[in-house]
């Protein structure tokens, strides 16, 4: 039987989105600059929309299976007590599970 672990999830513009798929590869800015890709949990998401995206419409959610990942992920301290999983490499589009447009949960 093969293990499985809840899904974790990146988010990006539909440019963002287009250039990976034209790559075969995601390599966002924040790899260059910090040296890993940003992720975030299904709990974590919509706050992350609201930190760092309140403006942007358009995004999408890459859903990534953190098992495929095997050890270029890492789970970090980002923010006093919270714990974010970082990609420590590009992630080739065939390990991204799904594409959605992100939608803000109900309520």
């Known amino acids: 039987m093969q293990e499985t672990a809840p899904i974790i999830y990146h988010l990006a513009t539909a440019h ?3 250039e990976a798929h034209q790559r075969g590869s995601l390599a966002p800015p924040s790899l260059a600059v910090e040296g890993f890709i940003h992720c975030s949990t299904a709990a974590q998401l919509a706050s992350t929309v609201h930190r760092h ?6 995004l999408f959610v890459l859903h990534l299976d ?3 990942l095997g050890d270029a992920l890492v789970w ?3 923010r ?10 590009e992630i080739s589009m065939d390990e991204v599970v799904d594409v959605v447009a992100w939608s803000p949960p109900p309520g």
């Open 76 to 78: 970090e301290e980002s």
């Open 53 to 58: 995206y309140p403006e942007i419409t358009g």
């Open 80 to 89: 006093p007590g919270e714990v974010y999983p970082h990609v420590y490499r």
């Open 16 to 18: 963002e989105v287009a």
């Open 66 to 68: 953190p098992i495929t």
